[in-house]
């Protein structure tokens, strides 16, 4: 990778004034501190060896061996002894290091007044000329009272320093001297890393055009100047997770060959105050200094969230004054200066309205999630790179991936082979795709769960029923195939080819509640009891009903009315857009919706009973069917014309 960190930019070029110094080189506080103690225990070693009160008044002071005694700090009494009974067998054991000078021998006291008696007590046979000379004197250890005093310090000062190293590392600047500068990654026009190129980003061939545009700015800015035109300030980037935000600038990038900075949203924001704020002015001095450029600014929700929320409690100072900084800067350069801020976010509804506003971000590009002649083109680019067996049919693949977004896509390309490379395959072939598929919508197969016989009969009727139901109604997916393995947190799964629709009829939405209901009803018609197995559909299920009913004007009794809010206002001012009475209103013509729908499903199975049977009893036996084994016990599916309309249960 060519990129790289701007400071270090900086000083490659020579300009590194703010370049801080190395703040922390462990050797050079290390070895000062090692010499120091080093010196302090060889000069003040303590070679006195202790002795008792009893020890010293028997062998010492009785036989006269004394020459003086010395009271340190009245509490350490040190014994001199005569140098000419030192060479005594019983002071052998003062230490060979001791200079003959002494003190050869210590004891400790509790008082001063308890010594002196005991001294008075021991010497009072001998004449007061020979009474040994007791001298008093405080001396103060500077190496101890240098640690109490400076220890905490050290060890505060250490920590600190530590704790400041870290974040600036983590929030990817190098020390706490660079804290307010941008943590912005830098990619030269005349980079040689291998960069993306626009034929790299398959479909998207709307947003790939208006960036091209974006290029062309870069390149040749007269074109739209000598005209009066002014040249975007700013280009935003929305859609779902995944689908080629990144990778699109990257491409631009790739394409202008121009100066890139590039950055996380998140990364402005740091716990100390006004460092946000520093960093995007940062980030824009240097971005200027380099114009014509582009600055990336990716997830840019992290900073751009709108302020004055109304949930006061999770509001955020330091991150309101980055994002005025930022607007602030946006503001201050000229559309024609050059840079072009390109910003990237999952959440165009939370961003702040001033951010958006034209003069700012003037374009607004939206990404989809791919439809299937782009989720072909997708694969092709991923396929590129692999081995694959020579009958691999795309079409089919894309076919398979609905909902799919191109991260998602490249990631079933990936496990695709990891799948076949696991099997020692030559090449990678149609199988491993759908394994791959199943694995990331399902969820890893867990063969080896242990399940009771009673459980996977429930679970082989639960699924029986979803199949059987989806089999008999006409706006249904195509059933690929359901299986009793065990997946993810699932006991069991359906695999349904859906058709792409932009919009969904009242009776394509009904028909998707009856599916989801299939297994609830399946249980209750053969057990005479429900289990807790049908939670996901019943999550499903009611908030279809709830969509249906308060949003998309699906209910006669509401009527053409919808409480959706797409500005995402509601949510902040935390209430509801209705009043209790239509709040009830909602509730009651939900529950009555999903009872009608749970009484249709009962009544098709009902219908179909025995067909049920039979799929379960074939479920238990293979764990797996496909279309074919579901024909042979459903018959075949009727063709969409053919359907009859069910009639509507009267409740
Ligand atoms: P997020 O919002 O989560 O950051 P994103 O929209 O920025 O996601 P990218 O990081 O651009 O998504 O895409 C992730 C990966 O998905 C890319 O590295 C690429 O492999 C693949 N991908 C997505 N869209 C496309 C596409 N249109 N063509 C080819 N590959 C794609």
Not at 288 to 310: H, L, M, Q, T
């Amino acid at each position: 990778m060519d990129e790289q960190n701007i400071d270090d930019l900086k000083k490659e070029q020579g300009k590194g004034t703010n370049t801080p110094p190395k703040p922390f080189n462990t050797w050079a506080y290390l070895i000062p501190l090692i010499l120091f103690m080093g010196l302090y225990f060889f000069t003040n070693r303590d070679y006195a060896v202790e002795v008792t009160w009893n020890k010293f008044k028997r062998e010492m002071l009785t036989s006269g061996d004394v020459d003086r005694l010395t009271v340190v700090n009245k509490e350490r009494v040190e014994v001199f002894l005569k140098e000419n009974k030192l060479s005594q067998e019983k002071y052998k054991d003062v230490n060979e290091f001791s200079n003959t000078s002494g003190p050869h021998y210590f004891f400790l006291i509790g008082s001063i007044e308890s010594f002196e008696s005991k001294m008075e007590e021991a010497q009072q046979d001998l004449p007061a000329s020979e009474y040994i000379e007791v001298k008093y004197v405080s001396r103060t250890d500077w190496f101890d009272n240098i640690l109490t005093v400076i220890f905490p310090f050290a060890l505060i000062f250490l920590f600190w320093f530590l704790l400041i190293g870290r974040m600036g590392k983590g929030a990817g600047g190098k020390s706490m001297f660079n804290f307010g500068k941008t943590t912005a990654r830098y990619r030269d026009a005349n980079s040689q890393q291998q960069q993306v190129s626009f034929d790299d980003v398959a479909g998207l061939d709307e947003a790939k055009a208006e960036v091209k545009e974006i290029v062309d700015f870069l390149k040749n800015p007269e074109r739209y100047t000598h005209l009066g035109a002014k040249i975007p300030k700013g280009v935003i980037l929305v859609g779902p997770p995944g689908t080629g935000k990144t990778l699109l600038v990257k491409a631009v990038a790739g394409e202008s060959k121009v100066p890139f900075f590039s950055i996380s949203g998140s990364e402005f924001v740091e716990m100390f105050v006004g460092v946000g704020a520093s960093r995007v002015r940062d980030l824009f001095n240097k971005a200027k200094a380099k114009a014509p450029c582009i600055v990336f600014i990716d997830e840019i929700d992290a900073i751009g969230r709108s302020r004055g929320n109304a949930k006061a409690f999770q509001s955020n100072d330091e991150r309101e004054n980055t994002l005025n900084q930022l607007l602030t800067e946006m503001d201050g350069f000229s559309s024609n200066s050059g840079v072009i801020v390109i910003a990237a976010t999952n959440r165009a509804d939370m961003l702040d309205r001033a951010l958006i506003r034209p003069g700012r971000f003037d374009r607004h590009i939206y990404l989809e999630l791919p439809n299937r002649t782009e989720r072909r083109a997708i694969f092709n680019v991923h396929l590129k790179p692999l081995k694959l067996s020579s009958d691999l049919d795309v079409d089919f693949l894309a076919a398979q991936t609905p909902g799919f977004s191109g991260a998602d896509i490249a990631n079933v390309c990936n496990e695709a082979a990891l799948i076949a490379a696991r099997n020692n395959k030559e090449s990678i072939d149609k199988e491993d795709f759908v394994s791959a598929m199943d694995r990331i919508i399902g969820g890893l197969e867990k063969k080896s769960k242990v399940i009771s016989p009673k459980e996977r009969k429930i679970v082989a009727h639960h699924e029986g029923g979803h199949a059987v139901v989806s089999w008999m109604l006409k706006n249904a997916d195509p059933l690929v195939k359901v299986s009793i393995i065990p997946r993810g947190k699932s006991l069991g799964a359906a695999w349904y080819l859906p058709e792409e629709h932009q919009i969904y009829t009242k009776s394509q939405f009904e028909d998707q509640m009856c599916i989801a209901l299939g297994g609830r009803a399946a249980e209750e018609l053969i057990f005479n009891e429900v289990s807790s197995g049908a939670l996901d559909d019943l999550e499903k299920v009611t908030k279809l009903a709830h969509t249906l009913v308060a949003y998309y004007g699906l209910n006669e009794v509401i009527g053409n009315l919808s409480y959706f809010d797409s500005t995402g206002e509601n949510d902040r001012f935390l209430g509801k857009p209705y009043s209790e009475d239509t709040a009830q209103l909602i509730d009651r013509e939900v529950r009555k919706l999903i009872e009608k729908m749970y009484s249709r499903t009962l009544e098709i199975l009902q219908k179909n009973e025995g067909k049920l049977i039979a799929l379960a009893k074939e479920l238990l036996r293979k764990e797996t069917l496909y279309k074919n084994d579901l024909e042979q016990i459903l018959g075949k599916r009727k063709k969409k014309e053919n359907f009859e309309t069910v009639p509507e249960p009267k409740i």
